[in-house]
């Protein structure tokens, strides 16, 4: 219980005010499939046992969770705390003064030195002080496979991409859906980026994500994962229309479908139906061509309480403080089927896949840096659009999409 | 069909004309009833048979346990309390909601057609401009103007928000209508004396019940279906039922349970549709009865 | 300029106005405020947070040029049309059909008006189901034998208007039938007295005599239709979310997208501000034809 008593001394520090007592925090957050449901969960207990009362104030969707807390924090009615994802949003909101500083908790406990890569806290920052918690390290760099689906059909499981485009034939004429997509254009705007990676590299990926080159972004390398989205297109199904990303994960799991792109949060659907890594799915880091992984990831804020009451910010101090704590991280990150955000954790529980995960993390060499560190919300957005629309219209030519593309880049901020 | 009497009920059923017509009408009626057959059907089957069976076979194996579970147990994040909990927020805010606006309303249209003073008309025509302003460019202005009224986040802002909504809608139903009654009524009150008040109350309020209903119907959905106002001006506290109904729909736990979905669904539309059924009859009722329109 | 119309002109009409107080109250402050909000801040900057950061047309700039706006645009001008026409006609129509002393009646009407009560969210997961060929319908004749059956409009990105147009005339048309049908209870029964008596057919007496007494009906269901249209932004999220691609984009999404999911203010000012704008051109002429030439009675 480390967080626990830092976190009281973090209140004396404060201002030597009394000594935390049960505090009600409303956390507002947008896990509600069953893998991040049972992820929640863990935070939940953890903080109930401090002696607070965590109230779980889940909306289904981000689309429709954001402007609640968004409109909520700048309306005047802040929640305890939220997830919220890092980036221009929760920096304006920060900005304003809105949320509450963590940086004594931080420093106290140390995040600097245990929280890995840096990066992640340093989207936390604003002007030297720390505005949130990063909770765990997410990648869309995955392909999840339905070991089944291949060998029932006598296939061999594919390794990598290739293998991949060249079983998919097989498994159509089985009547398995090859490739399960969901319709939602950030699905699509992540398997752009999955693309990127294995069939650029990382050099690729760094050239347009990192160095914004636009050369890189009108070059062969990135006219091929044009075509690649293009070879996806012919591999889904016609219902994708408006499906969701668990409905597309459960495609693979119940063995409608072969294989999904889909960041590591997929596998908390595996787990929550019971299934094991390696024996009923496989998983491919950065499609098997390039193991490395990116690095989002989800992180909570702390709005700042309406009168600044001073038990709820002890409340919210300490419930940063545990987020990040070690057991906390464990039992979490494998529910959630993410990677912790610190090093120093025995994860020994963790099934092939994450310690795959963890294993390309010990390189940094293997770190790309996430979407959103990348990118604005509204880049981001724009490049949906253009994924989306690309991935869905057959008769658009790719040099046009291409020409787009990097017209996207270069007005990007 | 053209030379069909307007009179009684028709003696002859075989009337050709009279085929076509129900023809028509029962064609219509399964397009509109296709949708809640398969809602129903649905809500009634176990998994098993969804999975396997087509959307349009009766279930084989009737089962209440997607709508206890719908209504009780569903999960939304880390509480599986069901629809139960928001069906009494919603009621809360309902039932201030729907009479405040229709009273502030109804006086607006009334005010509107026999009072008219100068500029009446602009307020009216801003009024009927501000119902195709898209509820999403307001959001944030309107978070502004409740915070500074003190009332985000609680009862009475949602209240207030919906008043505003359905202001203009509800002003032109009224404005209309009181239009359309006979302006002698007006006069000869007047020469007996009676007051804006008095005028209002004492006779066009009881000579207006069907527009009134009309004006419920119109209020009960709008405001029972709410689900942007609901979970922005709300507060945690007061979610209305769309807000789960959101959650259940769109938060599959493993596989998209669609009987359940289908269940919690029914549910959630309970209330406007009850309204329907009962006040169905009245609406027209009252229209046949209130000749004086027209 | 009202004044002329009632009838006690030297009456101050006191109590009206503060019986008003709460409309004048919402048209300036709410709409007519919010509006002037939209139209200034649509000229900034402004990311997650409105900010007084000026950029002149750099927003509309961006927003003309933009595939996904045009595409909303095009698509709310298709969906509008078609389903103002098809609300309004097949609204009458079955009113028409209802008005004829018909058995049922009671059990039509609620047939028709039940999708009315239903909240966008219901419509759009109940149609996404029926309209999904994998799992809806054409599955649904595809086992029954018929393989060839084929009914994929959401599928399409030419065709998922319609599945769009399906759904929300489902759930439209029931209010207009109630509205229709209340208006023409409203006609006095001398009326078709008088039609049958001079030999005028059935058609020619709903066309030109009851329909144009029925105009502040009718004005009624059009201001219905149209804000519901300009709206349109619910059944889109629970049926396609826009897509496939950005097929079936509307421009009240692209508004919520760009404020609240991209964080970009600025440019979903600029693009209420167009709509606004749009919205203002349609009804001046309406405002002036109602308002402008007489005054009723």
């Not at chain 1, 529980?349 to 963890?358: E, F, L, S, T, V």
Request: hydrophobic content about 50%; some cysteine; overall charge negative.
């Amino acid at each position: 219980m480390i967080g626990f008593r830092a976190a009281l001394a973090a209140t004396t520090m404060l201002g030597g005010l009394s000594v935390a007592s049960a505090t009600d925090l409303e956390v507002t957050h947008w896990w509600t499939s069953g893998g991040e449901a049972a992820a929640v969960a863990v935070f939940a207990d953890a903080f109930n046992k401090t002696g607070h009362n965590w109230v779980d104030g889940a909306i289904a969707g981000g689309g429709n969770a954001r402007p609640i807390i968004i409109s909520r924090i700048s309306g005047g009615d802040p929640m305890g705390a939220t997830q919220l994802n890092t980036g221009r949003d929760a920096e304006e909101l920060v900005k304003a003064g809105l949320m509450t500083d963590l940086t004594e908790i931080a420093e106290r406990d140390g995040w600097a030195d245990f929280i890995r890569p840096a990066k992640l806290l340093d989207s936390c920052r604003y002007e030297g002080r720390i505005y949130c918690v990063p909770v765990n390290i997410h990648s869309f760099q995955w392909m999840w496979l339905n070991r089944g689906v291949f060998e029932d059909n006598g296939l061999e499981i594919p390794k990598n991409w290739n293998e991949f485009v060249a079983a998919a034939p097989a498994l159509r004429e089985k009547g398995v859906i090859p490739l399960a997509v969901g319709g939602e254009a950030w699905q699509i705007n992540g398997m752009a980026g999955v693309f990127q990676v294995a069939l650029g590299g990382v050099e690729l990926f760094r050239k347009i994500n990192v160095d914004r080159d636009l050369e890189a972004a009108a070059g062969p390398q990135m006219t091929q994962v044009f075509e690649a989205i293009g070879t996806a297109r012919g591999m889904v199904d016609d219902g994708f229309v408006g499906r969701a990303w668990n409905d597309a994960a459960n495609m693979v799991i119940t063995g409608k479908a072969g294989a999904q792109i889909m960041g590591d949060w997929a596998q908390g659907e595996f787990s929550v139906a019971g299934q094991k890594a390696g024996e009923d799915y496989d998983c491919l880091p950065g499609l098997g061509v390039y193991p490395v992984l990116d690095t989002g990831g989800d992180a909570f804020y702390f709005p700042k309480p309406a009168d600044d009451n001073p038990e709820v910010v002890a409340a919210q101090l300490e419930m940063a403080s545990l987020l990040v704590s070690k057991e906390v991280q464990v039992d979490f990150n494998l529910k959630k089927g993410s990677l912790p955000i610190r090093g120093d954790i025995d994860l020994s529980a963790a099934n092939d896949c994450m310690q795959k995960g963890i294993k390309i993390l010990e390189n940094p060499d293997n770190i790309l840096p996430g979407g959103e560190q990348s990118w604005s919300s509204d880049t981001t957005g724009q490049m949906e659009d253009l994924w989306v629309e690309f991935f869905n219209d057959p008769d658009m030519p790719v040099e046009e999409a291409q020409a787009r593309y990097v017209e996207i880049i270069e007005n990007a901020d | 069909m053209t030379n069909e009497p307007f009179g009684p009920r028709p003696r002859r059923m075989l009337d050709p004309g009279r085929i076509i017509l129900y023809s028509v009408l029962i064609v219509a009626a399964i397009y509109y009833l296709l949708p809640l057959y398969i809602m129903v059907m649905t809500s009634m089957k176990g998994m098993p048979e969804i999975r396997l069976g087509n959307i349009f076979s009766p279930p084989v194996e009737v089962t209440f346990e997607p709508w206890v579970k719908a209504w009780d147990t569903a999960c939304t994040g880390l509480y599986c309390e069901g629809l139960k909990v928001g069906f009494w927020n919603s009621m809360q805010i309902l039932i201030p909601s729907v009479i405040i606006s229709i009273v502030i309303a109804s006086v607006n249209g009334y005010a509107l057609s026999f009072w008219r003073f100068r500029g009446s008309e602009v307020f009216f025509t801003i009024l009927i401009f501000g119902s195709f302003i898209p509820y999403q460019v307001m959001l944030y202005p309107l978070v502004i103007i409740t915070r500074e009224l003190g009332i985000f986040g609680s009862l009475t802002g949602i209240i207030f928000i919906h008043t505003i909504f359905g202001m203009p809608i509800l002003t032109l139903l009224f404005r209309n209508y009181f239009a359309s009654l006979p302006m002698e009524l007006f006069k000869a009150a007047r020469v007996d004396g009676a007051g804006f008040w008095g005028i209002f109350l004492k006779i066009l309020v009881p000579m207006s019940p069907p527009i009134f209903v009309v004006a419920i119907i119109l209020q009960v959905t709008g405001i029972w279906n709410d689900f942007l106002f609901g979970v922005i001006f709300a507060g945690t506290k007061n979610f209305p039922m769309t807000v789960q109904l959101n959650n259940i729909v769109n938060s599959t736990q493993g596989v998209k349970e669609y009987n359940v979905n289908m269940a919690a669904t029914i549910l959630t539309g309970a209330v406007p549709l009850l309204i329907y059924f009962i006040s169905g009859k009245l609406f027209v009722r009252g229209i046949a009865a209130g000749a004086v329109k027209g | 300029m009202a004044d002329d119309a009632k009838p006690n002109p030297y009456f101050k009409n006191l109590n009206a106005k503060v019986a008003a107080m709460p409309m004048i109250f919402t048209t300036l402050v709410v709409f007519v405020g919010c509006s002037l909000w939209t139209v200034i801040y649509s000229f900034s900057a402004s990311r997650s947070l409105p900010v007084n950061e000026f950029v002149g047309f750099a927003q509309y700039d961006r927003l003309f040029n933009t595939s996904r706006w045009n595409k909303s645009v095009e698509n709310i001008a298709i969906y509008g049309v078609v389903s103002l026409c098809f609300s309004l006609v097949v609204g009458f129509v079955l009113a028409a059909l209802m008005d004829q002393k018909i058995r049922f009646e009671n059990t039509f009407r609620t047939i028709y008006l039940y999708p009315f009560a239903l909240s966008f969210i219901v419509t759009g997961l109940v149609w996404q189901w029926i309209l999904n060929p994998t799992l809806g319908l054409q599955k649904a004749v595809r086992d029954m034998g018929w393989e060839s059956f084929s009914f994929d409009l959401i599928s399409h990105r030419d065709t998922v208007i319609y599945a769009l147009l399906i759904a929300g005339i489902w759930q439209g048309t029931g209010f207009v039938m109630a509205l229709m049908l209340a208006g023409l209870r409203g006609v006095d029964d001398d009326i078709w007295k008088a039609a049958r008596v001079d030999g005028i057919p059935k058609w020619k007496t709903y066309l030109f005599v009851v329909i144009p007494m029925m105009r502040g009906v009718f004005v009624t269901t059009l201001v219905i239709i149209a804000s519901g249209i300009v709206r349109l932004y619910d059944l889109v999220v629970a049926l396609t979310k826009g897509g496939p691609g950005i097929a079936s984009e509307v421009p009240a999404k692209y508004v919520y997208d760009f404020m609240f999911e991209r964080g970009n203010v600025g440019q979903a000012l600029a693009a209420s501000t167009v709509m606004l704008t749009t919205v203002l051109i349609i009804l001046i002429p309406w405002v002036y034809l109602e308002y402008g030439q007489k005054k009723r009675v």
